[in-house]
């Protein structure tokens, strides 16, 4: 379903297992800090809302979404984790250095979930202009944030 149709922060709670024993890293890129600062908050609020405790949110900032994939490693290697979430957002400009970005991080994210027995969330807004952004990071659409914390949660269900 397309994002434009449904609301990244809408979800059935009774199908959330408890993450009260569950351990998270959560990497966030600095570049695009409102967008992506708002995603980080949404995705600590979520996991809190659903059992995970303070200690047990281990949270890291990298320069940029190109970054998220060393500082998901990074984080995977240093700490006892469920899951990872690596929060950015990748808008269009001028140039294919978007494209570059885009497919090297989703790339780099799928890499880390073959390589790891840990769930690597791809919480990556790629967007056309800002405004869409701002809708996906507590606007009009919800945030990501949100809907990339239900997925580490129920990623990290299975693997338990």
């Avoid at 600590?44 to 200690?55: C, D, Q, S």
């Amino acid at each position: 379903m397309a994002t434009s149709l449904k609301n990244l922060s809408s979800y059935d709670p009774e199908k959330v297992p408890d993450a009260g024993k569950m351990k998270f890293g959560i990497v966030v890129s600095e570049w695009n800090e409102e967008i992506t600062a708002a995603m980080a908050e949404g995705a600590i609020e979520t996991l809190k809302k659903h059992g995970a405790v303070e200690e047990n949110i281990h949270l890291i900032t990298v320069p940029g979404s190109f970054e998220l994939i060393f500082g998901s490693r990074l984080l995977a290697e240093k700490h006892a984790l469920d899951a990872v979430i690596a929060i950015g957002c990748i808008i269009q400009g001028e140039t294919r250095h978007f494209d570059f970005i885009c497919q090297g991080v989703t790339q780099g994210m799928a890499e880390l979930n073959l390589e790891y027995d840990i769930p690597f969330i791809f919480g990556v807004l790629t967007t056309q202009n800002q405004p869409q952004a701002i809708d996906r990071a507590g606007g009009k659409h919800g945030n990501k944030g949100n809907e990339a914390a239900i997925t580490a949660i129920k990623m990290a269900g299975l693997n338990s």
